[in-house]
């Protein structure tokens, strides 16, 4: 199984890299872009588990670790054998 993770910066903070891309967008010609968050893309490679083991663990390892949940949010999903 693998596990892919987005974490994101919450909505209220301030994301300068954001902000960046967003400009430099509008400099490349793409003005209907009104707003980009960056953020970090994870994969996991989980071994032995069910997919509700998986899905607790993965929980756990984004509050503990991958994520910073007093500035950012995650989310995941589980892929089993190369399909979501």
């Known amino acids: 199984m693998i596990a892919i993770v987005i974490?994101?910066?919450k909505?209220?903070?301030n994301d300068p890299q954001g902000v960046t891309v967003k400009q430099g967008l509008a400099s490349l010609g793409f003005s209907e872009v009104s707003?980009?968050?960056m953020g970090k893309y994870i994969e996991l490679k989980l071994e032995g588990?069910?997919?509700h083991e998986a899905r607790e663990r993965v929980e756990a390892m984004c509050r503990q670790l991958l994520a910073n949940h007093v500035i950012e949010d995650?989310?995941?999903d589980i892929v089993r054998d190369g399909r979501r």
């Open 7 to 9: 974490v994101t910066p």
């Open 11 to 13: 909505p209220v903070v």
């Open 35 to 37: 707003d980009v968050r």
């Open 49 to 51: 588990s069910s997919e």
């Open 74 to 76: 995650f989310r995941f």
